[in-house]
């Protein structure tokens, strides 16, 4: 018996990339698949319903059983219609795994609002949209598992992409509070950080220092989209009931569970602080091995869809 066997899953952006790999996998795990795509390019501009149908088509070639869909994650009654087609396509839902998203990459001193809304339309209301429509759903039947899309731009920060991370770092609280209000129901919610060579990825401009740009050539040439599918085929499944509220990365055979925020330092002041005694006392300094911002936490310019 395959783990996802008699299971329905709509995938989001699943034409190309993590999205459409995803999709395949979970496919070839035994689930019926609503694959959803607008068909639109890297910025959101454009629509064209054939990627979607080309993902779809390729599921049920390889015996698998799947229907395609155009909405936008961005549109709340897309997502309810997405939800009403796996019900009636396939008489049931039990996965949703969002892997929709664009990218207007800008300086934060140069964007433009337009730029800032859609990408957080897309992002982080598209997750609050399709998981919001498929919820009562799933409490209804006490089972589901949904399958959140960050990355580590939201968890470390990423120049250029102040839009793309504020999204991404919101999707974080979402699945950590949709997964403690739901645990007594059945449901999951989990995060990935996906980090590989796609359309988005390719997207990014590439490094003017060439030992850097060869590096980030390297690490994109390994990092395979269909290396991601199996943890979220996992996710997905009955036996990861008790993985919940998680965030997880991954790159090619590299996978890594991250910490939830946590305090890391306290210092406490009988009668409290002043401007003064904070600056003397209570701050890091560059004395102590603290600096402001910790460049380590930078990832050479990779944007994790």
């Excluded at 009654?77 to 396939?90: I, P, T, W």
């Excluded at 994109?220 to 991601?228: H, T």
Aim: with cysteine.
């Amino acid at each position: 018996m395959a783990m996802l066997d008699g299971r329905v899953a709509i995938c989001t952006g699943a034409a190309r990339g993590v999205g459409a790999e995803v999709a395949k996998a979970m496919a070839a795990a035994g689930a019926k698949l609503v694959v959803v795509d607008p068909g639109v390019g890297g910025g959101g501009e454009g629509g064209d319903q054939r990627p979607a149908e080309e993902t779809a088509a390729a599921i049920r070639q390889a015996g698998g059983e799947a229907v395609a869909n155009f909405g936008s994650v961005a549109n709340f009654d897309d997502c309810l219609q997405m939800v009403a087609q796996a019900r009636e396509a396939f008489g049931r839902l039990d996965i949703v795994f969002n892997a929709a998203g664009i990218l207007r990459d800008k300086m934060f001193h140069n964007m433009f609002p337009e730029d800032w809304q859609a990408v957080i339309d897309v992002h982080l209301t598209g997750h609050f949209n399709v998981n919001r429509a498929a919820i009562n759903l799933f409490r209804e039947q006490n089972y589901g598992r949904m399958i959140m899309v960050s990355s580590t731009s939201g968890l470390l920060g990423n120049v250029g992409q102040a839009n793309y991370g504020t999204a991404k770092f919101g999707i974080v609280a979402l699945a950590r509070i949709v997964a403690m209000e739901n645990q007594a129901k059945g449901i999951t919610a989990n995060v990935i950080c996906p980090s590989a060579d796609t359309r988005m990825t390719r997207s990014v401009p590439t490094p003017k220092d060439p030992a850097a740009a060869a590096l980030r050539e390297e690490r994109l040439r390994r990092s395979r989209a269909d290396a991601i599918a199996p943890l979220c085929v996992f996710l997905a499944s009955e036996q990861a009931g008790y993985v919940n509220g998680q965030v997880f990365h991954q790159r090619a055979g590299e996978l890594s569970l991250y910490g939830h925020m946590r305090p890391v330092r306290m210092v406490h002041r009988n009668g409290g602080w002043t401007p003064e005694t904070i600056a003397e006392v209570a701050m890091p300094s560059l004395a102590n091995g603290f600096t402001s911002l910790d460049s380590r936490n930078t990832h050479a310019g990779l944007p994790m869809e």
